[in-house]
């Protein structure tokens, strides 16, 4: 009996011990590299919990360097000697983790062709898309996908060797909930197309070219087009619709959507933090400012636009704020350079906020 129960206990034991073998040995297959969508859900780790699993993927802290104001802490993939010999000699692999005050992005390099595609085959699976990446007119040195509230540029350099290294430098957005979404401000936190699309919805979201004086044209993204809600993100990279040169809030604009339509949308239910919004009449944002207003007059390159020396209550530095009127047609008014809030009421003009350009305030790492 008692041999018949150690046979039982030894055929137990083979099974158990080649199912521990057969867990090791993928550990460390897998231990090769990082999967795409492990990368992703280490832009959620905090910093102790990130190095505790790198550890276990053996990259190991090679330092921390400043660069500006940006930390970059390196990890270096260093593996076992068996694993090295099997892997070849060559292969390399590296985390970059850069922190810009309450923004990080997470770079991950190898110099494996396979991985490179292994990782960007799973992220398109996941939804990620480049609209350009199969445009075959350009070639830029670096491809952005794009997906929800993640980002994932993909590049490929060579170094000193002329090894090529194969890059993805991932972030993750943090977006505001719907009870901080309250002023114009706020809006600004929304730094890429695919971002409102995600938050807002699609239907809430349209492309569409903006046209300014002359042939100066840029791509936009629209939110609530057509409504008092409507906000225009006028983009500084056109090509990924993302990082934004500022919002225009009211107005009548020239938008490629709308140019067989007069469309104005006098009024506009955001505003400023300041109390200031688009069809604000002019004595209102006197008496908002408590300091009398200079705006360019008809003879100048901005007609309407408010001098930021103007700030009082109001900050005007950084936004441009547009005054409209509806009885300044006279040569008074036309051949004015500058013009003051004070008399122009005074002399019975009837003038209120046409346009708010507001302008963003670098704080990320993918502003």
Not at 112 to 127: D, P
């Amino acid at each position: 009996m008692l041999l018949v129960s150690c046979k039982r206990r030894n055929s137990s034991m083979k099974k158990i011990i080649a199912l521990w073998v057969i867990t090791v040995y993928a550990g460390l297959a897998n231990g090769q590299q990082l999967e795409a969508s492990k990368l992703l859900d280490l832009l959620s780790y905090t910093q102790p919990k990130l190095e505790s699993y790198l550890l276990t993927r053996r990259f190991i802290n090679a330092g921390t360097q400043p660069a500006g104001d940006t930390l970059v802490k390196t990890y270096e993939y260093r593996p076992q000697a068996k694993a090295r010999k099997k892997q070849g000699e060559g292969v390399e692999r590296n985390l970059v983790k850069k922190t810009l005050k309450e923004t990080f992005t997470l770079t991950y390099q190898t110099t494996v062709a396979a991985e490179y595609q292994s990782i960007l085959a799973a992220l398109k699976k996941q939804g990620f898309t480049c609209e350009y990446e199969k445009d075959s007119s350009f070639t830029p040195t670096t491809y952005l996908y794009q997906h929800e509230a993640y980002s994932a540029e993909v590049f490929i350099s060579k170094d000193d060797n002329n090894n090529s290294w194969y890059q993805f430098t991932f972030f993750k957005k943090t977006l505001p909930v719907d009870k901080e979404l309250y002023f114009a401000e706020d809006l600004l936190e929304f730094t890429s197309h695919e971002y409102l699309v995600y938050y807002f919805g699609a239907k809430n979201v349209t492309r569409d070219v903006y046209y300014f004086a002359g042939n100066d044209i840029a791509n936009c993204s629209v939110l609530f087009i057509n409504t008092k809600r409507q906000v225009i993100f006028v983009w500084k990279d056109a090509i990924n619709r993302r990082k934004i040169d500022n919002l225009m809030f009211g107005g009548q604009h020239k938008l490629k959507s709308q140019q067989s339509s007069d469309n104005v949308i006098a009024e506009n239910s955001w505003q400023l933090k300041s109390g200031v919004h688009a069809g604000m009449p002019l004595f209102e944002l006197r008496m908002l400012n408590e300091k009398n207003i200079a705006f360019c007059g008809g003879d100048a390159a901005n007609p309407g636009l408010i001098f930021p020396e103007s700030s009082g209550k109001v900050d005007f530095t950084n936004a441009d704020v547009v005054l409209g009127c509806t009885n300044c047609n006279d040569e008074k008014f036309t051949d004015a350079r500058v013009l003051y809030a004070d008399k122009e009421m005074q002399d019975g003009r009837v003038l209120f906020v046409l346009i708010i350009a507001l302008y963003p305030i670098k704080t990320g790492l993918f502003d």
